[in-house]
């Protein structure tokens, strides 16, 4: 029976769970893959931890360049994460020759451009199901599944430690750091966990769902980013009288000439899939002209979850293998020939609804000159409620406009910010809904 030789590098949360589906499942791989995945070596500097595996000996090394450089090896499993000794190595075992499967989403939005390229000039494929969206397999659907869709729009919860702190506080009203720390405990965050809750996780696998849907250049820098950690349990408890749920999504929109790519706290009505997403549970919907609208629903962080994706590719590889060829799908979805530069549209012009909160002084006129303040840039505001008076004799003025332009929201709330009145930084959630007035 052929074997395809496997080296994994990192040893972690998701590294964990790949090596215990390699070894603990090996027959019922086996009997669907018609080949047995051998481990050959685990790569890890930390040899102490128990990770409740039984390594045969020999296996379980601290050297990662002594497995890429191994001529034995078929297949390099990067889970080591972070963008400088990983793309070391994954550059490495691609002139090698070897095959990759990562879930390195930093890594690949922001120098996946390069690696992809020298990918296909090597003949390697590279998996990395896992980087986008934990178990769902998400790529595989736009690469393969929908290759006959022209996509025009994708709106994503992608990120499970946000999606746990804002679904934790929404239903318990835990605060934000006890949250963190569960969602930390569980093993969901990033290494840096700023780079969960400031949006720069979920940007990284917005900009390749982007390029993979659109054939476009691998384009990080020009992605709009905010993160929840300004979120406040007030907005979240507003949000929920007024009939609509805060998510931090993606959102990519395609025009045929530009890209609307976003990463912001949003409010959606609360009737939406998408606001039922809760804890760790990601979900993404796409649309494409031929299929309509499809929802992807799954965990999206965590060891098993996360390993399943990486399992997937590394049999795709295999099955590759076994019929000795590659490159039978290529890496973003396009002809490298066929993948542009498509410009990402500046946050200015996006047309969206906004909910606003003022805290503003409880006097005549107050009112009256906010909304004025709006209707002069061509804000036009739907629903309005005012609350009763807090301690610093402030009071809540909370808004929710029709259409408008961002560019003429930033200007008004410039003007609004340095009235007297105005006791605080005005708060500005964006809103997606169906309702295009
Ligand atoms: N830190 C990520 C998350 C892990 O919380 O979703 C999966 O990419």
Redesign the pocket.
């Known amino acids: 029976m052929k074997e395809v030789k496997i080296g994994l590098l990192g040893c972690g949360t998701?590294g964990t769970g790949v090596a215990k589906i390699l070894l603990e499942r090996s027959e019922l791989i086996r009997s669907r893959v018609g080949a047995k995945l051998v481990l050959k070596n685990v790569a890890d500097l930390d040899r102490e931890t128990d990770r409740g595996i039984r390594f045969e000996d020999g296996v379980f090394i601290s050297d990662a360049f002594q497995v890429v450089d191994d001529p034995e090896i078929d297949i390099i499993v990067e889970m080591i994460g972070g963008e400088t000794i990983a793309k070391k190595l994954m550059m490495r075992a691609i002139e090698n020759g070897k095959h990759i499967v990562t879930?390195n989403?930093a890594l690949l939005a922001a120098h996946g451009n390069e690696i992809f390229q020298a990918a296909s000039r090597k003949g390697v494929d590279i998996g990395f199901e896992?980087?986008?969206?934990?178990c769902m397999p998400i790529i595989k659907t736009i690469r393969e599944s929908l290759v006959g869709n022209r996509i025009s729009e994708m709106t994503g919860i992608?990120?499970?430690?946000?999606?746990?702190i804002l679904s934790s506080i929404t239903e318990t009203g835990v605060p934000f750091a006890d949250a963190l720390r569960k969602?930390q405990e569980k093993g969901?965050?990033?290494a840096d966990?700023t780079?969960?809750i400031e949006g720069f996780?979920?940007a990284h696998?917005l900009a390749l769902l982007s390029s993979l849907a659109y054939g476009m250049e691998l384009n990080l820098d020009d992605i709009y980013v905010e993160g929840i950690s300004n979120i406040d349990s007030l907005d979240i408890e507003f949000a929920k009288q007024s009939g609509y749920t805060i998510k931090l999504l993606a959102i990519s929109k395609f025009s045929g000439d530009s890209v609307e790519a976003r990463v912001h706290p949003t409010m959606i009505p609360s009737g939406n899939l998408l606001s039922n997403v809760s804890g760790?549970l990601?979900a993404v919907s796409v649309t494409g002209d031929a299929v309509g609208e499809i929802i992807l629903h799954g965990y999206?962080?965590?060891m098993m979850p996360?390993a399943s994706a990486v399992i997937g590719d590394i049999v795709d590889i295999a099955r590759n293998l076994m019929l000795g060829i590659s490159n039978r799908i290529p890496g973003l979805s396009y002809q490298p020939q066929n993948i542009r530069k498509i410009p990402v549209k500046p946050m200015d012009d996006i047309m969206t609804h906004y909910y606003f909160r003022f805290s503003a002084l409880d006097r005549p006129g107050v009112l009256a000159r906010i909304a004025g303040l709006l209707g002069d840039h061509g804000i036009s505001i739907q629903t309005v409620h005012q609350r009763g008076r807090d301690a610093k004799g402030a009071v809540p003025i909370v808004m929710v406009t029709h259409i408008a332009k961002e560019a003429d929201v930033m200007n008004a709330m410039d003007q609004i910010s340095s009235l007297d009145a105005i006791a605080d930084t005005p708060v500005l959630i964006r809103i997606e809904s169906d309702d295009m007035d």
């Open positions: 998701v879930a989403k896992a980087s986008v969206g934990g992608l990120n499970g430690t946000c999606n746990y969602a969901f965050a990033e966990p780079l969960d996780d979920t696998k760790s990601n999206g962080a965590g996360t």
